[in-house]
Nanobody, 123 residues
Framework: QVDLAESGGGVVQPGGSLRLSCTAT????????MAWFRQTPGNQREMVAN?????????NYNEAVKGRFTISRDNAKNTVYLQMNDLRPEDTAIYYC???????????????WGQGTQVTVSS
């Protein structure tokens, strides 16, 4: 079992910044993907940014956040961060952490989700 604990959401004015954190705990084997998704009411969950790989990591971003958001990862802490700058009202959503990893004793990687954290951008 793998659990994800997210933090850092909140209310911010347009142009402001927030930093989200997500730490994975449990019977973790090897993490291959750590990512952030977001979802608004009536819409599908969309990928915001992800890190793919373990040593040679690739970083991918949704076009809507390129240049404003930065994803980073601390393998030693099994933690992924999302630094969000120049926030806009359209960034308002519930942000979810997603981890794709194997567990000790089972090499098949599975996808795990956090509970979500609300980000509201409003004046």
């Amino acid at each position: 079992q793998v659990d994800l604990a997210e933090s850092g959401g909140g209310v911010v004015q347009p142009g402001g910044s927030l930093r989200l954190s997500c730490t994975a705990t449990g019977n973790i084997g090897r993490i291959t993907v750590m990512a952030w998704f977001r979802q608004t009411p009536g819409n599908q969950r969309e990928m915001v940014a992800n890190t793919v790989g373990y040593t040679n990591i690739a970083y991918n971003y949704n076009e809507a956040v390129k240049g404003r958001f930065t994803i980073s990862r601390d393998n030693a802490k099994n933690t992924v961060y999302l630094q969000m700058n120049d926030l806009r009202p359209e960034d308002t959503a519930i942000y979810y952490c997603n981890v794709f990893c194997s567990t000790i004793g089972d090499q098949r990687p599975l996808s795990y989700w956090g509970q979500g954290t609300q980000v509201t951008v409003s004046s």
